[in-house]
């Protein structure tokens, strides 16, 4: 018998006539990373069951099963001299897995501007930034010509800067804003839909036309628990629908993939809105 999961999954993209899902917020990294991330929620989130803790080739055969036909390497630094080779490694997972975005990411330090060239350069096609992991500010004068560079190649950047699950220095809007003041082109996808701050990143959303937000987590009920998403903000939601991205934080989520899909169906908008995030947004974004 076929697994439910799959099914369910399938199903939800073929009713809406779609080829599959574009996952923009998906996490391949080194093992010995990954394992360190889920010992933090085994540790910290014990309500937080990783529920596809299996090997890589496992976790991609479960995503392609599932019919995602992109998706990406979600993978950050906590620290100085760690981005660069996060970079190479993120490389090679993208040369020998077509099917990924090639992922990079950064650190405000010395020598991060010629590492993020050297990824464009390498094919880097998103990058991710984690202002609360890493517990910088996105304002660091050392990023300012990262931003720069990124502006005007076009290159989204995914970036958790919403202050769930815990706030930080530098997380919510006013820090990342000041940084879109500086470089108004930025193509930054805020992750989470930015979450608890929704409203704060939709007005955010609302002034510069490169920020775009992903579903990640967000609406499920796991999330709705803690954080919900105000019910007045779905109508500016509704609007702002060419520039939502699916997203699940796969594979570190507590609960089943199809969840993630059904959640979306649950928030009052309809099948073009769901077309154009689950796949056609993210496609015209990445050139897909």
Not at 50 to 79: C, N, Q
Request: glycine share 10%; with cysteine; hydrophobic share 40%.
């Amino acid at each position: 018998m076929d697994d439910p999961a799959v099914v369910s999954v399938q199903r939800f993209w073929q009713e809406l006539g779609l080829p599959g899902l574009i996952d923009v917020h998906t996490h391949f990294m080194p093992q010995r990373v990954l394992d360190k991330v889920w010992a933090y929620f085994d540790a910290v989130e014990p309500r937080w069951h990783i529920t596809y803790r299996e090997e890589e080739d496992e976790r991609l055969a479960v995503l392609r099963a599932f019919g995602v036909r992109a998706f990406t390497s979600m993978l950050y630094p906590h620290k100085p001299d760690m981005a660069r080779w996060l970079n190479d490694w993120s490389a090679g997972f993208a040369a020998r897995t077509p099917d990924c975005l090639h992922t990079a990411t950064f650190f405000p330090e010395p020598g991060v501007e010629g590492y993020v060239g050297a990824a464009l350069e390498g094919g880097a096609r998103v990058f991710k930034a984690h202002v609360q992991v890493g517990a910088y500010d996105p304002g660091d004068a050392l990023l300012d010509p990262v931003w720069g560079t990124l502006a005007e190649s076009g290159t989204p950047i995914v970036i958790h800067c919403g202050s769930g699950p815990d706030p930080g220095k530098y997380t919510g809007p006013e820090p990342v804003g000041r940084v879109l003041a500086r470089h108004p082109r930025l193509r930054l996808i805020i992750a989470h839909m930015g979450l608890p701050e929704y409203a704060d990143f939709l007005a955010l959303a609302e002034r510069y036309e490169g920020v775009h937000l992903d579903t990640t987590m967000a609406f499920t009920d796991f999330t709705e628990s803690r954080w919900p998403f105000p019910r007045a903000e779905r109508g500016r939601l509704a609007a702002l629908g060419d520039r939502v991205l699916f997203g699940s934080d796969f594979p570190n989520i507590p609960y089943g993939y199809p969840h993630a899909l059904d959640a979306l169906t649950r928030i009052g908008q309809d099948e073009e809105w769901l077309r154009a995030v689950c796949y056609g947004n993210a496609a015209r974004l990445f050139g897909i």
